[in-house]
Each structure stands twice: as structure tokens, then as C-alpha cells.
């Protein structure tokens, strides 16, 4: 079934209506020491619809696709509205909706290869790592490929068509030093599909030799001082920062739950060179890493200015939160399976870049440190935050110095945004994001390194 097969059904629709078809594909392929642990292939696909009736959603869904299948779907999501609506009795009016089409396809225009390729190139990674560094302890190598292809009509006339691959790679070498074990990664791939970034493993053996050396370095590097301390936060740190502990506070669900957030619309969160957007599908005439022409309440989205040079702008909202907060709508509602409703979710979270560059940057620190990868963290609605930080290097008299040990940044992040002095002017996306709030669904998240002050972890 094709988005023009779903727009004979538009006809039927008697009130605020979305129709959805959806198809997600994954491959997710792991070598472990240059033993194949994982090798699967997956599709999930299926219908599913939502009506508004009175300030209430009905929903339903089916893996089934057939006309037959659409009909009892839509009827019952229908029912479902009628249902709630009785129940709540919500005072709510009509929700905005515009008429138009989208239609995207990222998928790759190069001849697809196989699992058994993809296999092989791992091992030819591996191969290449095992020989040149006998010293490493062990190896991971892993493929995730996520294929999401929707297509939705609504009762206002809006109708979407996008499929939206994302593949990445990543690759983590650990080693043994005085009965400690060390390890370090890193992620290449992104928008797009395993042939339009993966041709020859050959060309990542320079990339597996650069992780090499930074294992090798943080195994005879030092424990940071723990305190309150100058900080280089890499644009890596920056980015998970900027969607965990900033973000998150600023979508409009978890705002009107009580995020602190609320109370700060039209005031000062951070220091004046701070600007956080949420980027719809776009920046600096590039497409993003998760580009969303069309949300999954057919609404057309627009970029979410959320800090503008240290002032609290907006929130990410959906339809129905926009009329509540008495905002435009951003189109943030998204949903990652047919069998999900859109929640309020981030897309491309960044705080954009300035005018420093990172040479300066380090230079302007006395006795600090330049934090340049993030692990496993959290964050809450109070923006405080805590995050792994597995790789980074003391700063003394305005100089790189020794590697650092894994160690933790921990702070609230809008008392940590206000400590701002320098923002780097270059830009990194991270492409293997993922969220996880209800559902896992991917994002993009980046910006420029910055100069600030933050709590650093010791031993």
C-alpha cells in the first residue's frame, strides 16, 4: 500500500483525522573479538490512525495492511475518541492543520550489498586491528542500519511520503595496563544507507590506529582532580548535553508535568553566547542528521528556537500542546513505530556555533581539562545531570597534557549554561543518536565545543 493508496480513504474522514502507514527495517550486525554475536534482520510494518474528538485522541492499530484492515482501524480509533471524550468531557476547540505534501526519500542510489559483505568488512576490520595491535585486549565492531519509511494523510489535507535510513558504524578497542582494563570508540556513518559511507574497510584503518592511540593514551593517563573545574567540553559533550539536560526540560509535555523549564519562558538561562535550536530537517543549507519535513500529525515543522543568545524562547510542542501554551506549532510529535502514538520528540538539538576557535580556547585555561567524549548518562526535569566521560586530557599553562581516566561531569545544566565564557566556531553533529523517552526513536544532537565550568569527578 502506497501514500496514494491511503488518499482514497481521505473521503471518509468525518473529523480531525491522521492516517498512518509505516515500515521500519533494521540489520544490526556485531563481531565480538572476531566472533559474529549478533546478525539480525527485521521489519515491523503496519496502520495505524488517530481522531480528535473534543480535546481527546483515539487511537488504533494493525500490523495488518489491507483496505479491509484500514476501514476497522479508522472506525475504531474513532470510537475510541468518542469513548474518552465521554469519559473526560474536555473543553477543548478545533486543532490547526494546514494542506500540504511532502515527499522524501534518502535511500541510497547505489547497488545494495549483502549481509555476508557487511560481515566480511567487519572482519577485515577486524583482521586489520588484531594484526597490527596483538597488545589489544579485545574488539567490537558493529553495524546498525534503521530504515523508517511512512507515508500519512490527514482530514486537512496534509500528505507525507519519507523514508529515512540511518547507518553506523562502531568500532571499540579495549586494552589490559597494571590489571585495569581501558577501552575507547568511536562512531562513523550517519543519514543514509551502508553503501553511501562504506565502500573499502581500508579506508577506516587509519580511523581504528587513532582509537589505538587514544586507548593507549588513557591507559597510561591520570585520574582528573575531582572539583569544581575550568572546563573544555568537545562538541560531542556538547551536543548530549544540549538534548539530555536542555532539551529534555524544553519539550512541552514534560513542561506542562512540571519541568523547571515552566517558569523561565522570557528569561535568562545562559550566558549571552548561547543559542539551542531544535533544527526541523535543515542547518547552514545541509540536511540534518534526522531531517522531519512532516510530523506524524501532518503538521509542517519549523525550526524550535528554544535559547536565543541566553534568553529561554520557546518549547518543542505538538498540535494539541501549541493551542495549550498559546505557541506556534514546531511539529516535534513523532512516534518511532506504526504502533506508537507521536509524542513531543526532539529532532536536531544544538547550540550553535561561535566565534573561538579551539586552539584559543585551550590556551585561555591555566590548570584544567578538555573533556572530548561522552558515555551512558541522565538527566531530569530540574536539568540536573550526570554524564560518563571516557576520554579527555589534563589542560596546564594553556596546553594539552596527559590523558585523563574515565571520570563524570555532573551539574544542573542551566546554572552550567550561565558559566559560558567561550564557544567554539566549528560544528559537529553526532549521527547515532537515540532517544528514549517511552520510545527509542533516533535524533540528532551537536554544536561547537565550549569553554565553561562544571563538576568534575575523581577516582
Known amino acids: ?70 476501514k476497522e482501524v479508522l472506525g475504531k480509533s474513532k470510537e475510541n475518541a468518542y469513548l474518552l471524550s465521554n469519559l473526560e468531557k474536555r473543553k477543548k476547540g478545533a486543532l490547526p492543520g494546514e494542506s500540504f505534501e511532502v515527499l522524501k526519500d ?44 511512512k507515508s500519512l494523510i490527514t482530514s486537512f489535507g496534509a500528505a507525507g511520503y519519507s523514508l529515512v535510513p ?13 590489571g585495569s582494563t581501558y577501552d575507547t570508540y568511536e562512531v562513523f556513518g550517519g543519514l543514509g544507507q551502508f553503501e553511501d559511507f562504506f565502500d573499502k574497510p581500508e579506508a577506516l584503518f587509519a580511523e581504528i590506529d587513532q582509537i589505538y592511540k587514544k586507548v593507549r593514551e588513557k591507559s597510561e593517563g591520570v585520574y582528573p582532580e575531582a572539583g569544581y573545574k575550568d572546563v573544555i567540553l568537545d562538541s560531542k559533550l556538547a551536543g548530549i548535553l544540549a538534548h539530555e539536560a536542555i532539551g529534555h526540560t524544553t519539550e512541552a509535555d514534560l513542561v506542562k508535568s512540571g519541568s523547571m523549564a515552566k517558569d523561565f519562558l522570557g528569561e535568562k538561562v545562559a550566558s549571552d553566547l548561547v543559542t539551542l535550536v531544535d533544527f526541523a530537517y535543515e542547518y547552514d543549507s545541509s540536511v540534518c542528521p534526522v531531517p522531519v519535513y512532516m510530523d506524524d500529525e501532518g503538521t509542517r515543522p519549523r525550526d524550535a528556537v528554544i535559547i536565543k ?16 501554551l498559546g505557541h506556534e506549532p514546531t511539529g ?20 550553535l556555533p561561535g566565534e573561538d576557535c579551539l586552539k584559543d580556547m585551550i590556551a585561555s585555561i591555566e590548570d584544567g581539562y578538555y573533556l572530548t567524549k561522552p558515555s551512558n548518562g541522565q538527566a531530569d526535569s530540574t536539568s540536573e545531570f550526570m554524564f560518563g566521560v571516557p576520554n579527555g586530557y589534563e589542560i596546564k599553562n594553556g596546553k594539552i597534557a596527559r590523558a585523563i581516566k574515565d571520570t563524570t561531569i555532573s551539574g544542573v545544566a542551566f546554572d552550567m549554561l550561565k558559566t559560558i565564557t567561550m564557544v567554539s566556531d566549528q560544528m559537529y553533529w553526532s549521527n547515532a543518536g537515540m532517544c528514549g523517552k517511552k520510545q527509542m526513536i533516533p535524533v540528532g544532537m551537536g554544536g561547537p565545543a565550549v569553554k565553561c565550568k562544571i563538576n568534575l569527578g575523581g577516582r
Open 332 to 351: 516535534n510529535a513523532r512516534a518511532y513505530a506504526f504502533s506508537d502514538e507521536p509524542l513531543v520528540r526532539m529532532r536536531n538539538t544544538a547550540i
Open 1 to 70: 500500500m502506497r501514500l496514494e493508496d491511503l488518499k482514497v480513504f481521505q473521503n471518509s474522514f468525518t473529523e480531525h483525522t491522521e492516517l498512518r502507514l509505516q515500515r521500519n527495517s533494521t540489520v544490526a550486525l556485531s563481531l565480538v573479538h572476531g566472533n559474529l554475536v549478533r546478525n539480525e534482520k527485521n521489519t515491523s510494518s503496519g496502520i495505524s490512525s488517530r481522531v480528535y474528538h473534543k480535546g481527546i485522541f483515539g487511537f488504533a492499530s494493525s500490523p495488518k495492511i489491507d483496505e479491509n484492515t484500514v
Open 106 to 149: 534518502f535511500s541510497t542510489k547505489k547497488q545494495r550489498v549483502s549481509r555476508k559483505d557487511m560481515i566480511q568488512f567487519l572482519k577485515t576490520l577486524y583482521q586489520y586491528a588484531s594484526k597490527a595491535y596483538p597488545d589489544l585486549k579485545s574488539t567490537t565492531f558493529v553495524i546498525n542500519n534503521l530504515d523508517m519509511e
Open 166 to 178: 540511518r547507518t553506523v558504524l562502531m568500532m571499540n578497542l579495549s586494552l589490559e595496563k597494571d
Open 309 to 324: 543568545d541566553g534568553v529561554l524562547k520557546t518549547f518543542m510542542n505538538n498540535k494539541e500542546l501549541s493551542v495549550d
